[in-house]
């Protein structure tokens, strides 16, 4: 043992410098949030609760039921049933997700062609029965409604859906004044 350790040692230097870091926060305000009397602000982007996309001009929504979504759903908790209409166009009968099983992973909507879904920032959800985790097609077009109106959707769509393909961007994005970033 060194002079300078054997001195630190017995005027307990170490343990002194501990205490001041200690006492140092006592007085600093508390950083804790009296949640949900205190709720932070909603982050953009934050993979919170499922929505489909409601078309702005039809109303409808935008899901044309091609099931790559439900394909790389690694948890295989999206449901879709299809049927055919008078033209042979697909109609979408049913799009269920099973919420409890989500993961969060964004895959579902990074693969969609048409920016027909979305995860919205309200993650603060709670219920007392499996069965309320069970989202209809249209639960999750009010969802839509609820926590994307206005220009947040599209701001979304923008921001953080990705195919993006020249084919593709006419049709989903509708604002064609403002340029996507490639
Ligand atoms: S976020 Fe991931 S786990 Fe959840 S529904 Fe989409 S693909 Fe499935
Ligand atoms: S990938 Fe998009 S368009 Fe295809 S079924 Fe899923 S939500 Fe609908």
Not at 48 to 58: C, K, P
Not at 75 to 99: A, F, L, N, P
Request: a neutral charge.
């Amino acid at each position: 043992m060194t002079a300078l350790e054997f001195i630190k040692k017995i005027f307990f230097v170490e343990i002194l410098m501990g205490l001041s870091v200690t006492v140092k926060h006592l007085f600093s305000p508390p950083v804790t949030r009296q949640y949900p009397l205190e709720k932070r602000e909603p982050v953009p982007g934050a993979r919170g609760l499922h929505a489909l996309v409601r078309d702005s001009e039809t109303g409808n929504a935008r899901c044309v039921g091609c099931g790559l979504c439900a394909a790389m759903c690694p948890s295989q908790c999206i449901h879709i049933y299809t049927s055919e209409g008078e033209d042979h166009e697909k109609i979408v009968d049913r799009y269920e997700v099973e919420v409890l099983r989500c993961v969060y992973c964004h895959l579902c909507v990074e693969a969609c062609p048409y920016a027909a879904l979305a995860l919205t920032d309200h993650f603060a959800y709670s219920g007392y029965t499996r069965e309320e985790f069970y989202y209809t097609k249209e639960m999750l077009l009010e969802n839509w409604d609820k926590y994307m109106s206005g220009n947040k959707g599209m701001d979304y769509i923008k921001k953080f859906w990705r195919p993006r393909s020249g084919d593709f961007e006419k049709k989903v994005i509708k604002q064609p004044e403002e340029k996507i970033e490639k």
